[in-house]
C-alpha cells in the first residue's frame, strides 16, 4: 500500500514523463515479489513506459529497510526522483518532504501523557480521539468497521487455494463451518474467533479488500475481536466505533513512538500491534478503567517482543496467517486478564514499547521481513510437512 501511495502522488505530479523506473531495495526488494509491489507498480503506472529493479546491493546506506526510488524521465533526461520510505500501515516518507506520516499525530504522544490528559479533563480515549483527530473521523471509522465486516463475510464464504504458488489452503470456511464433538461454548467462541481472523487475512492474502489493522499482513485480529464480540456481547455498531477509536489511539502511539513495520522491527511490530489494538477495543467495549486498559495492551505486547518476520517466498500466508488467528485469541485473554489482576501491573505501555522498538532494531535483517532467514529460509528444505502441502 506505500509503494502504491507513493506512486500515485508521484504520477500526480510527473503525469507526463516519457518513462519511468522504480527501484525497489531492502525488505521491498527481498519481499516486493511476493508482497505484490511490482504487480502494484504496473497497475499504478498502467500502459506507460514502467521498468521495474530489485536492487539487492544498493552501494548506499538504507535510512528504512522499506526504501524505493521513484524515476521520471524526460527526452532521456531524468525529469524527476524521489526516495520514499514506506514505513507501515500504507504511511510514506519522502526525502526533503513534510513527513505525511506525522500528520495524524496526536499533541500527546505517549500513552501516560495521554491518560493522563484524560483524567485531567475528564473524558475517555474515544472522546480523546474526537477532541484531537480528524473531524471526519467516526465516518471513516464507520467504513473501516463496515469492510472489516464485509472481509469477514466473503472470506468465510471463500474456499480453495490461496495465489502465490505456495499450495495454502484457505482454512476460514472449514473452521467457520466445522464442528467439535460436544463443544462447549468456550470453544464455539474460540472457533468462531480464529474462523473471523482467518477469514480476513486470507482476503488480504487473495487480493481482497480490507483495512489495514495496523498493517495487511495483521489484518484479521483486530476485525475478528470486534465482531465476536458484537455478536456475542451484543455491543451496538456507536459502541464499535469507540472501541476503534481507542484502538487507534494505541496503535498511533505505538507507530509514533516505535514502528509498525515488519521491516522495520519484525513481526512483534505488526501482529503485537494489532493485539495491542484488539485487546484495547476489548476493553473500551467493557468500559475499563484506564488501568485496565493500559495491563490489557501491555500484556498483549509483553509476549510478543522478539517476534521475529519470515513470510515465506514473501507471501503474507506462511506464517502471517495463522498469526493473526492467534494474535486474536492472545488478545481476548489479555483482556480477561487486565479485568482481574490489572491492580498487579509493574510495566507500564510506554515501557513495552520502547521495549519492542529496541528488540526490533536489534534484530538482524534477516528476521525483519526479508524472507532470508527463519520459516522463510528452513521451510523449503526440511520443515514441510511431507506430502501435506496443496492437501
Ligand atoms: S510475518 Fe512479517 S509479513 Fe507476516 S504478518 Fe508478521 S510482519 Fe507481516
Not at 266 to 294: D, K, V
Request: glycine share 10%; charged share 20%.
Amino acid at each position: 500500500m506505500g509503494p502504491e501511495k507513493a506512486a500515485t502522488l508521484f504520477l500526480g505530479e510527473y503525469p507526463d514523463a516519457e518513462s519511468y523506473r522504480v527501484r525497489l531495495y531492502g525488505s521491498l526488494c527481498l519481499t516486493g515479489k511476493g508482497h505484490g509491489t511490482d504487480r502494484v507498480m504496473r497497475q499504478v503506472f498502467g500502459d506507460r513506459p514502467l521498468k521495474i529493479e530489485f536492487v539487492e546491493h544498493p552501494g548506499f546506506p538504507l535510512a528504512h529497510p522499506n526504501t524505493m526510488d521513484l524515476i521520471a524521465y524526460r527526452e532521456s533526461r531524468q525529469a524527476g526522483f524521489w526516495r520514499v520510505r514506506s514505513v507501515g500501515g500504507g504511511e510514506i516518507e519522502i526525502d526533503g518532504r513534510p513527513a505525511l506520516a506525522t500528520e495524524e499525530r496526536y499533541p500527546q504522544q505517549s500513552f501516560s501523557e495521554i491518560v493522563s490528559y484524560c483524567k485531567k479533563h475528564r473524558m475517555t480515549l474515544p472522546q480523546f480521539a474526537r477532541q484531537f483527530d480528524r473531524p471526519e473521523l467516526y465516518r471513516h471509522l464507520e467504513q473501516v468497521w463496515m469492510v472489516m465486516k464485509r472481509a469477514v463475510a466473503e472470506g468465510i464464504r471463500a474456499e480453495g487455494i490461496l495465489p502465490g504458488g505456495l499450495s495454502v489452503r484457505r482454512k476460514a470456511a472449514m473452521l467457520y463451518n466445522g464442528t467439535i464433538e460436544n463443544e462447549r461454548a468456550a470453544t464455539y467462541e474460540s472457533r468462531i474467533l480464529s474462523a473471523y481472523a482467518f477469514a480476513v487475512s486470507e482476503q488480504n492474502a487473495s487480493g481482497g479488500i480490507i483495512t489495514t489493522a495496523p498493517t495487511c499482513g495483521a489484518c484479521g485480529v483486530l476485525p475478528a475481536v470486534l465482531l465476536q464480540a458484537q455478536e456475542s456481547g451484543g455491543y451496538r455498531d456507536e459502541e464499535i466505533l469507540d472501541a476503534l477509536a481507542a484502538a487507534g489511539i494505541v496503535g498511533n502511539v505505538i507507530k509514533s513512538n516505535a514502528s509498525i513495520s515488519g521491516a522495520e522491527c519484525g513481526c512483534q511490530a505488526e501482529i503485537g500491534t494489532a493485539c495491542c489494538m484488539a485487546t484495547t477495543a476489548l476493553a473500551q467495549l467493557r468500559h475499563y478503567s484506564f488501568r485496565q486498559i493500559e495491563y490489557a495492551a501491555e500484556n498483549a505486547m509483553e509476549h510478543y517482543i522478539g517476534l521475529t518476520c519470515d513470510p515465506v517466498c514473501g507471501l503474507v500466508q506462511i506464517p502471517c496467517i495463522e498469526r493473526n488467528s492467534v494474535a486474536a485469541q492472545r488478545a481476548v485473554h489479555a483482556a480477561m486478564l487486565a479485568g482481574v489482576v490489572s491492580n498487579t501491573q509493574k510495566v507500564s505501555f510506554d515501557c513495552i514499547v520502547n521495549n519492542m522498538y529496541e528488540t526490533g532494531r536489534d534484530l538482524l535483517s534477516a528476521y525483519r521481513e526479508t524472507s532470508v532467514g527463519g520459516l522463510a529460509k528452513l521451510y523449503g528444505k526440511a520443515g514441510r510437512v511431507s506430502g501435506a502441502a496443496g492437501r
